[in-house]
């Protein structure tokens, strides 16, 4: 975007039935309030279409809330969407001292936030992953849940004391839970193959050692959503594997760790496929091991070995080319794997 263009800024703070919205109009600002609805959408967009300058507007990632009005929004000539991270936002909020918290006060600093932060446009993804997007997390959703479940019906089994009708609830509820998982995996298995890009990138992440289809189902759903012109730096700053540094002085320095600021679907994701790779992939085993001979903790090792593997995922979507661990570790470092931890069981 040319740096001379004007613009002005608008933001909108989205809540499951409202839209509030601060408009700045050159050296005025103006207020309103929008339905989260289809009618609603509809007037925001006509209302925006009444400025002379293009309109930079930027709201929170709030999920379902405020999608459909992102995608209206998108498809404005005279809008630009920017779909900020909320806690990018917060601290934001917090260096221009914000005490308060109210909805028109949050489009007030989501208007500040589009003025003054680096704008990137939000680029709407097809359909298709739209959709498997909503599967993937409704699945997992339901995996947390199942897994709640399973174990309460264990404990049921160790008491005696808790009536029988207890326990044939709790099985009914897992079975339950089950078939939706197997046919909301069915249907997001459908979708993938509907269309031709997202079945080539799930097809290559199954050749990543580690990822089996319920881990390719949730890790192609969370980067589908993402912009092509991303690089793999931003990826990893979107899973929150970034590392962040803790210093002041000569005094203090904390340990280094990762961010956390990003998705941490995408992270959870990729913990059980890192988990199997490091343990069997001879490349990134030998990776795995060199870092644990520095003296890193394993889930530090862990954590890099889930980095390199979001980072072969990228190399494989813009080559079109499966997974090669002698490209994502290459032999020079696999080598310099003392001999002690290249024996040793990765436990």
């Not at 300058?53 to 459909?68: A, F």
């Not at 988990?275 to 090792?301: C, D, E, I, T």
Request: charged share 20%; aromatic share 6%; with cysteine.
């Amino acid at each position: 975007m040319n740096k001379s263009e004007t613009f002005d800024p608008c933001g909108i703070e989205v809540s499951a039935e409202k839209l509030h919205v601060l408009w700045r109009r050159g050296s005025q600002q103006a207020r309103c309030v929008f339905a989260n609805d289809a009618a609603g959408h509809a007037a925001l967009c006509e209302w925006l279409r009444t400025g002379s300058q293009t309109v930079r507007v930027c709201l929170e990632s709030t999920g379902l809330y405020g999608l459909d009005v992102t995608l209206a929004l998108s498809a404005q000539e005279c809008v630009q969407v920017m779909v900020a991270n909320p806690r990018a936002v917060r601290h934001f909020a917090s260096a221009l001292m914000r005490r308060s918290k109210t909805d028109p006060l949050d489009s007030e600093v989501l208007a500040d936030f589009a003025s003054r932060m680096p704008f990137r446009p939000w680029t709407a993804p097809s359909l298709a992953a739209l959709q498997l997007h909503a599967l993937a997390r409704r699945i997992a959703t339901l995996v947390q849940m199942q897994t709640a479940e399973k174990n309460r019906q264990h404990a049921a089994g160790l008491s005696p004391a808790l009536p029988a009708a207890v326990r044939r609830d709790l099985a009914r509820s897992v079975r339950a839970q089950q078939q939706a998982i197997v046919r909301l995996t069915g249907e997001a298995r459908r979708v993938i193959a509907s269309e031709e890009r997202l079945a080539a990138r799930y097809a290559l992440l199954l050749t990543t050692p580690g990822i089996a289809d319920a881990s390719a189902v949730q890790i192609l759903a969370e980067l589908a959503v993402l912009s092509d012109d991303l690089q793999v730096r931003q990826w990893v700053a979107y899973g929150g594997l970034d590392p962040r540094q803790y210093t002041s002085g000569s005094s203090v320095q904390k340990k280094t760790r990762i961010s956390k600021a990003g998705n941490s679907r995408l992270r959870r994701a990729l913990y059980m496929p890192a988990l199997v790779a490091a343990q069997h992939q001879p490349h990134l085993r030998a990776f795995y091991r060199r870092l644990l001979g520095r003296g890193k903790s394993k889930m530090q090792s862990l954590v890099a070995v889930m980095r390199k593997l979001l980072h072969a995922i990228f190399g494989m979507f813009r080559s079109g080319r499966p997974f090669d661990g002698a490209v994502l570790v290459p032999l020079a470092e696999t080598e310099t794997t003392p001999a002690s931890l290249a024996e040793a069981p990765c436990r």
